[in-house]
């Protein structure tokens, strides 16, 4: 967990514009969140979803109230995860009103291009933020000096011949290949 706060740190370091873009989104939560809590009636109306009033008005709640935490927490890391998610609420509930045939389609698809355009934004400021760095060709663990042999490959020649199945695992008696007796005299003759 150090090792963790230690590279997000050091990361912040060399770009400390992801903790200024974090406030700023914060402020943007909270002046969002007033027009979706305090608007609830014209937004639903503007967008002819009147019947998604109490739901616009329950986003606004999570906007101030992420914009809060992005704004008073040292950290804003889970903050502005909690904005992404809080943006594919967004999106799957501006979807589901390009279904309604009363709803504005036009302003609908406006506003789905705008939460899209902000969880854009919402995302690479978490990743900045989480330190997650664009990986170029960096393999995370190096296997290439591993067999996948428990020992030696010298040592393991032949230890398979040595090896008996457990009796639960070899084939039940019942559906074995079923042999032919021996006729007598030793001859077998095809029909």
Not at 33 to 57: D, N, P, T, Y
Not at 95 to 113: K, Q, T
């Amino acid at each position: 967990m150090a090792h963790l706060r230690e590279n997000r740190n050091r990361y912040r370091q060399r770009n400390g514009s992801a903790d200024a873009l974090a406030r700023g989104l914060g402020w943007f939560s909270l002046a969002l969140g007033a027009v979706e809590l305090f608007g609830a009636k014209g937004v639903s109306r503007w967008l002819g979803m009147e019947q998604h009033e109490g739901l616009i008005r329950a986003y606004g709640a999570r906007e101030i109230a992420t914009g809060i935490g992005l704004l008073t927490q040292k950290d804003p890391t889970p903050w502005v995860w909690g904005r992404v998610a809080g943006d594919a609420l967004d999106l799957a509930t501006l979807g589901n009103g390009l279904r309604d045939p009363n709803s504005e389609h036009d302003r609908i698809a406006v506003a789905f291009g705008a939460v899209a355009g902000v969880t854009v934004i919402d995302v690479v400021c978490a990743n900045a933020l989480t330190g997650e760095e664009p990986r170029r060709h960096q393999p995370r663990f190096d296997y290439s000096d591993r067999s996948g042999l428990p020992r030696p490959a010298q040592q393991m020649r032949g230890a398979a011949r040595d090896f008996e199945a457990p009796r639960d695992m070899r084939i039940p008696d019942a559906l074995r290949p079923y042999k032919q007796p021996q006729r007598l005299g030793g001859s077998q003759s095809s029909m």
